[in-house]
């Protein structure tokens, strides 16, 4: 697969995550709309570091992908990265799902999907 098309396959994917994402939130499945936000994040930054010719890291940590990138952050944005670095749950145990299942409210969805969306924008523009 060249770089151009694993670019254009993660393009893709962050495509069906956002729509996913917003599905989810339209349904009020707030933690699992901000558990797609994450991915899409995830791989808007692993797509940039492959058009910087970077070795892709296997890894789901936002801030340290960010930094791998040479993303310029602001310390607000650092403190976002890590806030959403806290919707990946997938693989988490029930008590920690639970536990962002009762934070996920509408209003803290509200919030981070905005959010989201903003970081979304500044990584796209990187690419």
Same mark, same amino acid.
């Given at each position: 697969?060249? +770089? ?27 933690? &699992?709309?901000?558990?797609? &936000?994450?991915? !899409? ?5 692993? !797509?940039?570091? @492959? ?14 992908? /960010? +930094?791998? /990138? ?7 944005? @650092?403190?976002?990265? +890590? ?7 997938? /693989? ?6 639970? !536990? ?8 803290? !969805?509200?919030? &981070? ?15």
């Amino acid at each position: 697969m060249s +770089t151009q098309e694993m670019v254009q396959s993660l393009h893709d994917q962050v495509t069906r995550h956002i729509a996913t994402a917003n599905s989810l939130y339209d349904s009020g499945h707030y933690d &699992w709309a901000l558990f797609m &936000w994450h991915l !899409a994040l995830e791989k808007t930054l692993k !797509a940039r570091m @492959i058009t910087q010719n970077k070795d892709r890291l296997y890894i789901h940590d936002l801030l340290r992908l /960010a +930094t791998a /990138a040479d993303l310029d952050l602001t310390p607000d944005e @650092i403190d976002e990265l +890590t806030e959403i670095n806290s919707f990946n749950i997938e /693989a988490r145990y029930d008590d920690f799902k639970t !536990a962002f299942y009762l934070k996920a409210t509408k209003q803290y !969805a509200d919030q &981070w999907k905005s959010i989201s969306m903003k970081l979304y924008k500044k990584f796209l523009l990187s690419v």
